[in-house]
């Protein structure tokens, strides 16, 4: 059974840091692009940064030079450092998998393309 497992939320001030982890467990074959998505109340889930299995990375406009993802593939674990965090950074945390051929027009940030998902992590930022 896939399960993606994340970890690190918390509540922290503005300008403080934070790391989220996610465990993947039960897949064997290869994954496309893993990535973290956040979801604040009353908005859509919105893609924050994702990792192709070559490596690649992308990040949403609205947290570039402030996160990083990383992968560990031994470990079968993703990360995600969050640094210079703000008040509209608060949402709940998802970590994603991709593990199916998608319509390569659905861009690696579009939730659609991933078919694997965690039940989430909260991260609130005060100001």
């Known amino acids: 059974q896939v399960q993606l497992v994340e970890s690190g939320g918390g509540s922290v001030q503005a300008g403080g840091s934070l790391t989220l982890s996610c465990i993947t467990h039960g897949y064997t074959y290869p994954t496309y692009c893993l990535g973290w998505f956040r979801q604040a109340p009353g908005k859509e889930r919105e893609g924050v940064a994702v990792i192709h299995n070559n490596g690649t990375t992308i990040y949403a406009d609205s947290v570039k030079g402030r996160f990083t993802i990383s992968q560990d593939k031994p470990e079968n674990t993703l990360a995600l450092q969050m640094n210079n965090l703000k008040p509209e950074d608060t949402a709940m945390y998802y970590c994603?998998?991709?593990?199916?051929?998608?319509?390569?027009?659905?861009?690696?940030?579009?939730?659609?393309?991933?078919?694997?998902w965690g039940q989430g992590t909260q991260v609130t930022v005060s100001s």
């Open positions: 994603a998998a991709q593990t199916m051929r998608t319509n390569p027009a659905i861009q690696p940030l579009n939730a659609m393309r991933y078919n694997y």
